[in-house]
C-alpha cells in the first residue's frame, strides 16, 4: 500500500486542479460574493470633486436609492466601462455617485473632460479612507444601495449593457416597488 501513496497524492492534486480549473471557467469572476450585501452601506463623508472644501456622503443621499461607481484615470478598465455609464447614467432613474479612487485632480479633470462626466456628484478618496469599508478590491466597482442604505448589489470589474438591462436595470425597479 505504501508504494501506492505517491499515485494517491498524485491524483489528489490532479483532481484538486481540475476542479479550481472548472470553477474558474463556470463562474463569473466579477460576481464576487460581498458580505455586504444586504446590509448597511458605510457611512461617508468625502471632498466633492468640484468643491474639496466642501464634503458630500451617505447623509446627503439618506432616503434616495443611488449608483456608487469607483473609478479612476489610471484604470484601464475605467476606460471601457465609461462610454457605457455616459449611455446609461439618466436612464437608470438613480442618482449615479462617481467614486474618484487614488486618483490624482489633474489627471481624474483631464479624464472627465475627454470622456464625459455622467455622475450626479463626484466624491474623491485619494487615501481609500472609504474604499477599506465598502470593501473594494480595484476599479471599476459599482454598488446599488437602497433608499435605506442598505447595499443591494456590487458588480466588480466593467459594467457591460448585458449586465445593466439583465441585472441593474431590474434591480432598480425592485428597489421602487416594480413601478418605474
Not at 58 to 66: F, Q, R, T, V
Not at 101 to 113: G, H
Not at 120 to 145: C, H, K, M, Q, W
Request: glycine share 12%.
Amino acid at each position: 500500500m505504501g508504494r501506492f501513496l505517491p499515485l494517491i497524492g498524485f491524483a489528489l492534486i490532479a483532481g484538486l486542479l481540475g476542479f479550481g480549473i472548472y470553477w474558474n471557467k463556470s463562474h463569473d469572476q466579477r460576481e464576487v460574493p460581498s458580505p455586504l450585501i444586504g446590509k448597511s452601506a458605510p457611512t461617508f463623508a468625502l471632498p466633492l470633486f468640484d468643491d474639496p472644501g466642501k464634503t458630500f456622503g451617505s447623509a446627503d443621499l439618506k432616503g434616495e436609492p443611488y449608483l456608487l461607481n469607483v473609478f479612476g484615470s489610471w484604470c484601464p478598465s475605467c476606460v471601457e466601462e465609461h462610454p457605457v455609464i455616459v449611455r446609461y447614467a439618466k436612464e437608470l432613474g438613480v442618482k449615479v455617485v462617481g467614486y474618484n479612487w487614488k486618483d490624482d485632480p489633474t489627471d481624474a479633470r483631464a479624464w472627465l473632460a475627454r470622456f464625459g462626466n455622467p455622475y450626479d456628484v463626484i466624491v474623491v478618496d485619494a487615501e481609500s479612507r472609504v474604499a477599506i469599508d465598502f470593501g473594494v478590491y480595484g476599479a471599476p466597482e459599482t454598488f446599488l444601495v437602497d433608499g435605506n442604505g442598505v447595499i443591494r448589489l456590487k458588480r466588480i470589474g466593467v459594467l457591460t449593457p448585458d449586465y445593466i438591462e439583465k441585472t441593474l436595470k431590474p434591480a432598480i425597479v425592485a428597489l421602487r416597488g416594480g413601478a418605474r
